[in-house]
T-cell receptor, first 113, second 113 residues
Framework: SQQGEEDPQALSIQEGENATMNCSYKTSINNLQWYRQNSGRGLVHLILIRSNEREKHSGRLRVTLDTSKKSSSLLITASRAADTASYFCATVNSGGSNYKLTFGKGTLLTVNP | NAGVTQTPKFQVLKTGQSMTLQCAQDMNHEYMSWYRQDPGMGLRLIHYSVGAGITDQGEVPNGYNVSRSTTEDFPLRLLSAAPSQTSVYFC????????????FGPGTRLLVL
């Protein structure tokens, strides 16, 4: 069953704007990860946030985690056309491990030049 | 390093045919997994392995077999292909644990007629 649900399903912005995607999940987790998938390609790991962390940064990416609400957000600042892709959140459930990621359905981000 | 490689990139099968999707990694990762991705869906776990000789079922294992005779290789076998198995298949690998990055292959696009 799908653990995460991303919101919105699709997002279209102009280059230079910020993009925010949200993810909700259902069960207790060990960590939450965000992945990017360019059209027709495999997934690329972006960032991981542990269940005891509230915020994490990596370059233009900022991830927050609220375990009380079972939700996470991914912020991409100063977006570029090259950021156009689908973004997925994936969770490692408590007691689980990296061989068993549970994915959401993804957000399709389009950055217009 | 080549990372995670998958062959073939694209395959067309007739209902009832069998085939093997190949996956290999050269990073000495303990964990390997197979996922399928259907339109508008996130990835769903088919089978996984935590080391050579050890495999287990994921969320959607029916119609698929796996084996892990070496650390490097994790083939996925379709026993008798059905149209419902039309999908994009991704192989993934990571070091053992909960917080290592997971690496994905480029995918195999399978069409069952």
């Amino acid at each position: 069953s799908q653990q995460g649900e991303e919101d919105p399903q699709a997002l279209s912005i102009q280059e230079g704007e910020n993009a925010t995607m949200n993810c909700s999940y259902k069960t207790s987790i060990n960590n939450l990860q965000w992945y990017r998938q360019n059209s027709g390609r495999g997934l690329v790991h972006l960032i991981l946030i542990r269940s005891n962390e509230r915020e994490k940064h990596s370059g233009r990416l900022r991830v927050t985690l609220d375990t009380s609400k079972k939700s996470s957000s991914l912020l991409i600042t100063a977006s570029r056309a090259a950021d156009t892709a689908s973004y997925f959140c994936a969770t490692v459930n408590s007691g689980g491990s990296n061989y068993k990621l549970t994915f959401g359905k993804g957000t399709l981000l389009t950055v217009n030049p | 390093n080549a990372g995670v490689t998958q062959t073939p990139k694209f395959q067309v099968l007739k209902t009832g045919q069998s085939m093997t999707l190949q996956c290999a990694q050269d990073m000495n990762h303990e964990y390997m997994s197979w996922y399928r991705q259907d339109p508008g869906m996130g990835l769903r776990l088919i089978h996984y392995s935590v080391g050579a000789g050890i495999t287990d079922q994921g969320e959607v294992p029916n119609g698929y077999n796996v084996s892990r005779s070496t650390t490097e290789d994790f083939p996925l076998r379709l026993l008798s292909a059905a149209p419902s198995q039309t999908s994009v298949y991704f192989c993934a690998s990571s070091y053992a644990g909960q917080e290592h990055s997971v690496y994905f292959g480029p995918g195999t696009r399978l069409l069952v007629l």
